[in-house]
Nanobody, 119 residues
Framework: QVQLVESGGGLVQAGGSLRLSCAAS????????MGWYRQAPGKQRELVAR???????NYADSVKGRFTISRDNAKNTVYLQMDSLKPEDTGVYYC?????????????WGQGTQVTVSS
């Protein structure tokens, strides 16, 4: 079994910064993509940023230039540096990891961490 533990959420004023971390543990041979998703009240969960094992990244248009995703493969950890935060960035942020098995990949999710940006 694999567990993802997130940390770093909180309350911040608009224009401020937060750094999220997510550490994967358990029976892990390799992880393909890792990413961050968020879900605002009354909205569907959406992709924020994703990074491959070779550090290729992609971002939602709404966060480009403000958020930076990175990972430490040795620690099975992914980070999300969030700068110039806006009230519309408020939501629960979920970590996702695609763990590789001999038969393919299985996605795992963290429990979520709340990010609240006040205006």
């Amino acid at each position: 079994q694999v567990q993802l533990v997130e940390s770093g959420g909180g309350l911040v004023q608009a224009g401020g910064s937060l750094r999220l971390s997510c550490a994967a543990s358990g029976s892990i041979f390799d992880i393909n993509r890792m990413g961050w998703y968020r879900q605002a009240p009354g909205k569907q969960r959406e992709l924020v940023a994703r990074i491959t094992s070779s550090s290729s990244t992609n971002y939602a248009d709404s966060v480009k230039g403000r958020f930076t995703i990175s990972r430490d493969n040795a620690k099975n950890t992914v980070y999300l540096q969030m700068d110039s935060l806006k009230p519309e960035d408020t939501g629960v942020y979920y970590c996702n990891a695609e763990v590789k098995y001999t038969w393919g990949f299985r996605p795992y999710w963290g429990q979520g961490t709340q990010v609240t940006v006040s205006s």
